[in-house]
């Protein structure tokens, strides 16, 4: 007789599990007449840095029966998507960026920030010249609450703008206007957040994500058969034979 036993997969250990969240940002710029034009802009704000920095990857959602960090989810799985659709619409906002990954959560000291960055706007490549549309950087944390820290920059094209000359600029027109937000804001789950600036705007939601359990392997484990030990007479015992007529 055999009886299966339920034993979790070599390897599985969900006592110290990490807590996972999955995350869902929508970047949009300003593009009603006057939006930011009573800011002061400086020509060069800086540009995020890299440090403990990530991509987002592609590829399957599960390797090794665990989910993938920092995966770019299909546009099935968002929930901002109608929210996109309206901006493309609109006449004062304009999308930029969608994006959804799910990520093990760290300390703020610890964890992880995902960089991104698009193509300039004429679509050749990032050179010194020639900056990415956008670029940026995102941290996801947890210590009591959810933070997030967001870093982004956005270049926008002057080419057909009014911009005059100066005594800052030489008579030259520069041929970009660098705007960069930097945000700082305490998030809570299932909720969705708006970061507000002159020029660009941030729609981010976070939600608790429970990995798949481990795969559960059945082992058959041997069960001893019972056997009832062999019945012996005693020594010197004879058999008695019934008597006979």
Known sequence: MMQPMMLPAAGADND??????QFEVLIFER???GAGSTEGWPDDPGRPSPSNATWFTKGQPLEHNKPVAFRALPAEEKSLND????????RDYRPLYHVAWRQPMEHP?????VQFSLLPADGAKVSDFNP?????????SIKRYLHLDADIVLHRSTRGSTAQANDDNFGF???????????????????????????????????????????????????????P?????PQGQVEQKPATQ
């Not at 929210?83 to 609109?90: E, G, L, V």
């Not at 000291?109 to 920030?113: G, I, L």
């Not at 990415?132 to 996801?140: A, C, D, Q, S, V």
């Not at 789950?189 to 990995?211: F, M």
Request: zero cysteines; charged letters at 25%.
């Open 16 to 21: 110290n599990a990490p807590v996972w969240y």
């Open 31 to 33: 593009i009603a007449p």
């Open 83 to 90: 929210a996109w659709r309206q901006m493309r619409r609109s």
């Open 109 to 113: 000291d610890k964890a992880k920030q």
């Open 132 to 140: 990415p549309k956008l670029e940026g950087t995102l941290k996801f």
């Open 173 to 227: 027109t520069p041929r970009f206007q660098h705007y960069r937000m930097r945000e700082s804001r305490r998030m809570r789950s299932g909720k969705l957040h708006y970061i507000d600036h002159p020029v660009i705007g941030l729609l981010t939601i976070a939600e608790r994500y429970e990995p798949p359990q481990p795969e559960i392997i059945e082992t058959p484990v041997p069960v001893p058969t019972i056997v």
């Open 229 to 233: 030990p062999t019945q012996t007479r």
